[in-house]
């Protein structure tokens, strides 16, 4: 008989079902186990708590007969009770007294965390398969990484590497158009002339009564102080089906996909979502395949429905980073956790950690913290020149800010979390993932958004009441880390610009006190 095969929250898709290339037995039973454990582990943002479990427990129903769904404490618990549930099974079937139980009583595919993957690892009764849901497979990300061994694990290498492997926007040998990156055409700032962008909204779902069921439970686990939220469960904003991520794929693709390169980099207050897909949740679940958002993005490029930017710039995201961030997860090791290259130790404060928006004077940050905390998602610039450019120049500890990522965004699993947070946002690993810290001051910010017209600060102001806490904060950041950055080549010119500040001193005692209140 096929062996039941063991399905995480975030491997919910068919893809994870299919018998071939080495997935599960063909008509395998299925278990999920709903481990309250993992929930009370950490404080989560309300509505993803709710968003994993809806989606499971929306699998679950259309699985119908072919699923045991546990609801348990932790895993070993469900596997315990899934092993009880198969031993008196088997005794009603036998006939014979035989023995049934044979190794590897079980299969699942390659688990997203570490810390999963040590927990199955460590069961002589499961079988790990191959991991699904990413284009490039451990062995090939190996084999690239082999190649460039020396040349740094950049980027632009992999990108390249994956469209020639996967005949992604190519045409023959040459990328589509003649060019790889087409990032210079993606970065405008915001419209000036109109507060949200004039494209379609994205796709919602409509609640039912699993939702319903899922929000009941939360109340009541929260009520007895079972675990603890933090952030808003408002309407759901996100597919947790398969059915309504081929909706929301389909609508992006469809009506949004034309404006997503232009607008990429940009902000606007009213419109949070701008024309990003808002696919990183079906995505991060399992519920869509990468390869089938790419190959679509690709079709209304051929058809004439999208431009290239759009199309290359959504491409890279997926087929790019998408896939360069996993398998760095993995690559770098698990002490990656603990880097902290700058040797930043600051705490988190409580306004930041209880996402208390009306706390901060910053439009910018308090404008993103509101979208985090009602939401549980801000897109890409945000996340790294709003919230995760104020840790690094207050010098946060990294982990704690990975932690904090993690928990409050709708998207944030361990295997994104921690190149994006270490690496990228808090460049905590010394450049293993991106050449140069990413923070900037007012001016970036006042350029690429409409946030700093109504703010209490002003971005060129570099003392007094009105000075920007992200220009005193840029300023301070270099100073602090001087040395290290002046021997940067992607930092060096704006070293020498801290040089050039007459009033560095007064700038820096302006940052001293600013750092009393919340920005
Ligand atoms: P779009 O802008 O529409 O992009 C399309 C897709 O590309 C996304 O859905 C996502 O799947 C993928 N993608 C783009 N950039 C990245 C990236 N750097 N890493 C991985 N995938 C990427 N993304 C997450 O999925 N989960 C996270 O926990 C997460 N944390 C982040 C933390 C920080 C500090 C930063 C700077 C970025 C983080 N990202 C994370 C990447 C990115 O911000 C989100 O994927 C994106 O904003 C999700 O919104 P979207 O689906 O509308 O993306």
Redesign the pocket.
């Known amino acids: 008989p096929p062996r039941p095969h063991w399905l995480f929250g975030d491997q919910l898709g068919p893809h994870f079902l299919d018998p071939r290339h080495g997935g599960p037995d063909p008509g395998a039973p299925v278990l999920m186990i709903e481990a309250r454990s993992v929930l009370r582990r950490r404080r989560f943002h309300r509505a993803k708590a709710h968003l994993i479990l809806s989606a499971m427990r929306h699998r679950a129903a259309e699985l119908g007969d072919r699923v045991t769904y546990l609801r348990t404490d932790t895993y070993a618990q469900g596997l315990a009770q899934a092993a009880e549930h198969r031993g008196a099974a088997a005794t009603r079937n036998r006939r014979h007294a035989e023995p049934v139980e044979r190794k590897a009583q079980l299969t699942v595919c390659h688990p997203t965390s570490r810390r999963a993957l040590d927990f199955v690892a460590a069961r002589d009764d499961v079988e790990i398969l191959p991991a699904r849901g990413f284009l490039v497979s451990h062995d090939h990300f190996a084999e690239w990484a082999g190649r460039g061994s020396g040349k740094g694990l950049r980027l632009e290498g992999f990108y390249r590497w994956v469209r020639e492997r996967h005949d992604l926007l190519m045409d023959g040998d040459a990328p589509v158009g003649g060019r790889w990156n087409l990032d210079h055409d993606n970065r405008e700032p915001p419209p000036r002339d109109r507060p949200v962008l004039d494209v379609r909204g994205p796709w919602l779902p409509r609640e039912d009564a699993i939702d319903e069921e899922v929000r009941h439970d939360l109340d009541r686990w929260e009520r007895d102080g079972d675990v603890s939220f933090v952030g808003r469960d408002g309407p759901r904003r996100f597919p947790v089906t398969r059915r309504e991520a081929l909706s929301a794929l389909r609508g992006f693709v469809t009506h949004r996909l034309p404006d997503?390169g232009r607008y990429?980099d940009a902000m606007l207050a009213a419109d949070p979502?701008m024309s990003?897909?808002?696919?990183?949740v079906p995505?991060?679940l399992g519920l869509l395949d990468p390869a089938e958002c790419v190959e679509r993005a690709e079709r209304a490029y051929r058809a004439g429905d999208a431009p290239l930017n759009s199309v290359e710039g959504?491409v890279r995201?997926?087929a790019g980073?998408?896939e360069y961030?996993w398998h760095l997860y993995w690559h770098f090791g698990e002490d990656y956790r603990h880097r902290n290259t700058l040797r930043h130790t600051e705490p988190l404060p409580d306004w930041f950690l209880d996402l208390d928006a009306d706390a901060v004077t910053a439009n910018c940050l308090s404008t993103v913290l509101a979208q985090v905390r009602d939401t549980g998602?801000t897109?890409?610039i945000p996340?790294?020149m709003v919230?995760?450019s104020r840790a690094l120049q207050d010098g946060w500890d990294p982990a704690a800010v990975t932690d904090w990522?993690?928990r409050c965004?709708v998207?944030?699993?361990d295997w994104?979390?921690l190149p994006?947070?270490v690496g990228?946002?808090q460049y905590a690993d010394g450049g293993l993932m991106t050449t140069k810290p990413y923070t900037s001051g007012g001016a970036y910010i006042n350029r690429m958004s409409d946030l700093c017209a109504p703010c209490a600060y002003t971005p060129t102001h570099r003392t007094g009441a009105r000075a920007c806490p992200y220009t005193t904060g840029y300023w301070a950041f270099l100073h602090r880390h001087r040395s290290t950055l002046a021997t940067n080549p992607r930092t060096a010119q704006a070293v020498r610009g801290l040089d050039r500040l007459k009033d560095l001193p007064e700038l820096l005692a302006t940052r001293t006190q600013q750092r009393d209140t919340p920005p």
């Not at 990003?276 to 990183?280: A, P």
């Open positions: 997503f990429e979502v990003h897909s808002l696919l990183s995505l991060n959504f995201q997926i980073w998408r961030v998602w897109h890409h996340r790294l919230l995760g990522f993690s965004f998207d944030g699993y994104v979390m994006n947070v990228m946002s």
